[in-house]
């Protein structure tokens, strides 16, 4: 397997999109191969994902759902052994995010490999997020944001409407940190026994 250079698991099929949509977009016009794995989905929300997916230009992923959780974290990991690694805060109150911010932590706390791959490991923004998570790191996805968009806008089945809602106003927020359109948010995790090497995400 070709190493990746960048993997984001998510726990559902708009989370990508929403939390990283530009900046996944920016890594896959740039040359690289790029993963955005999803834990749980049903044949609509999977449709819908690989349509967004296909806009942005990345290979998608779903677990098959007689496979467990963290089993399929430390496979998607070590299939793609990725230089740069996303997922969602372990303090955000859904549950399932929670969980898979919690699974992610665990495999690369276990990981026999963990000197090698991820070198960069990051938390998605949110709004339902409660625990602190230290300066975020700003990415410019001005000139990919409609791209975004429209990737979001394959979600039917999700209220696109306030999907696009919540990415104008959360990522114009954040454009205006940085003197920009549109930006969005990443935040270097804890992990114990590990510092990631800093570099931009991109």
Not at 117 to 123: A, F, G, H, N, Q
């Amino acid at each position: 397997m070709v190493p990746n250079n960048l993997l984001l698991i998510a726990a559902h099929c708009d989370d990508g999109e929403l939390w990283a949509g530009g900046t996944i977009a920016r890594w896959v016009d740039s040359g690289k191969q790029v993963t955005l794995a999803v834990a749980h989905h049903d044949g609509t929300r999977q449709s819908e994902a690989e349509a967004g997916a296909a806009l942005l230009g990345c290979e998608i992923w779903f677990r098959e759902q007689d496979v467990d959780l963290f089993e399929w974290v430390c496979n998607c990991l070590h299939r793609t052994q990725p230089e740069v690694l996303v997922t969602h805060p372990v303090g955000d109150p859904h549950f399932e995010h929670h969980e898979i911010g919690e699974l992610v932590k665990k495999a690369l706390t276990k990981s026999r490999q963990r000197k090698d791959y991820p070198r960069r490991w990051y938390w998605f923004d949110t709004y339902y997020s409660t625990e602190p998570k230290g300066f975020p790191l700003f990415i410019d996805i001005s000139e990919y944001f409609e791209r975004k968009c429209s990737a979001l806008a394959c979600h039917r089945s999700q209220s696109p409407e306030d999907l696009l809602e919540m990415a104008r106003s959360t990522n114009a927020l954040h454009g205006q940190r940085i003197r920009a359109k549109y930006a969005e948010a990443f935040y270097v995790f804890p992990l114990l026994g590990r510092w990631p090497r800093f570099r931009d995400l991109p």
